[in-house]
């Protein structure tokens, strides 16, 4: 029976000693003594230091390590696949893909660890914490062929995990592994200590971010216009700094604001000095999905062609759209790359109208299609990287008056080949990906708007727990705007159906879920 649970992570969890009249081998006595005093290892687990240690035992070490090492400090919401176990770290394990299940429905939490296992797990563990693992081993195990298909990649790479002047995982004797020789906790608590004293990568904006000068900057809309405002982080009232009938920042820098706006008639793009002044048009007569921006060009459409500008507006190069298809859209910009929508014209029908996802790259003129599975319109969000990977979001609507959408997050390595899918989620579409510290946020849809941590593997979780009605009023969507400090600030759109009116609340939160906090209603 699947049971959900609530996990408190609390100080509770935390041993701090070894027992007394307890021994373990020589070799372990420093690891395992700085392990506990560390608080990575659970009291259950204090004791016995030679005996086998179960998946149970080391899922539990597993979690421990993670919550140390990371300060994820949350209380999660998780329901468990399994039927033979009710433990909350297996089901933590679990969801932040640490371990898997023997099938679908059962865990065999009792059964022993063996050693290709726990190679695995600790793998798995190296890619949540976004530990250095950029070298695996190259010098071949003389019993690689006794290695299970699904252990021999993460053999190779835990083994090359460097941690101080030793491996996170070494062999049995040079150059042998032992893959179905029984683990003890004594060699998981050393192992697991070794990894936690691993250098850890930061997630840094693909896009880079403009450096933090104090304030979040956004832009918003109440029942008559739109505006973009800054705030104080200190807490201060809002500034505004521009209004118009329809306005939104498109990339913020070290001294500019970019954005799009509208009089009655025409869309433009304009750029603005971080302080409201000194506003200038760079182009005009542009579409309100019709605009990317990448560290150092604009890139915009027509209806016939897409073209590329410095960041003063001016032309650089046009790319003419072949005559069998009509132009849709601009989604992303990356260096000299533009993904854009186009729609064959032969499938331009009133009733159904389809657009394809494709790249066109100015520095080397090849078009190509990104989006050949299904009728459909990608949107890749600008993505974020930890060195080794890219991750982006990307939203995929199939059909025109009836749209279907469906949300999830891709990852595809540096040179943005092999994209892989971590996850589908109900995501919201509107949301880009946040780095900070060795996770990602975002917004979802769990019944309401909600903010969600994203790992780099695909496991999330809840970072708020909100309901569709806030205060009354109907809660429409949630914008993450930055993350400092350990706090996430972010925007709130509240509605009033009774009295018709809209209320913009901008709040903040701590990343592990606590202190929410109301700056200001706008």
Known sequence: MKKIFLI????????????????????????????????????????????????????????????????????????????????????????????SGINDNEFAPYNNITRQEAAVMLNNLADVLNVYKDSPRQEKYTDEGYFADWAKDAVYSVTGIESGDTYVMTGTEPNKFSPWMNYTREQAIATMWRLYNCNTRSFEFVLNNSEDDGYIYFDYDDNDSQYIARLNKNGSEPEILAEEPYIEIKKITDEHIYYIWSDTNTMYLSRMNKDGADSKILLEGIGAYSVAMSDNNIFYCSLDKVTIADMEGNTLSEFNIPDEFSIVSVNRADGSKVYINLMPKENETPSEPVSYSYKYDFETGELTDIDDESPSYSCNDAGVTDGRYIYYKVTKIVGWSHPMASYYISKCNMDRSEEVSIG???????????????????????????????????????????????????????????????????????????????????????????????????
């Open 8 to 99: 408190f992570i609390s100080a509770l969890l935390l041993g701090t000693y070894i027992y007394a009249d307890d021994t373990c081998s020589k070799w372990a006595e420093d690891s395992i003594s700085s392990a506990v005093e560390a608080g990575i290892v659970p009291e259950s687990l204090q004791s016995d230091y030679t005996k086998n240690i179960t998946r149970q035992e080391f899922c539990r070490l597993a979690v421990q390590t993670y919550i140390v090492k990371t300060d994820n400090k949350t209380n999660i919401s998780f329901e468990t696949p399994f039927e033979d176990i009710d433990d909350e770290s297996i089901t933590t394990a679990y969801y932040l893909k640490i371990v």
């Open 424 to 522: 589908a989620l109900n995501l919201n579409s509107a949301e880009k990906l946040f780095p900070y510290g060795n996770c990602m946020y975002t917004t979802a849809f769990y019944g309401s708007a909600n903010i969600v941590r994203v790992f780099a593997n695909g496991g999330t979780q809840k970072i708020t727990d909100f309901d569709r009605y806030y205060d009354n009023d109907v809660l429409s969507d949630i914008s993450i705007l930055d993350i400092y400090d350990g706090v996430i600030y972010y925007k709130m759109g509240l509605y009033d159906a009774m009295n018709n009116d809209k209320t913009v609340r901008i709040c903040s939160i701590k990343t592990d879920g606590t202190d929410n906090k109301t700056i200001c209603d706008l």
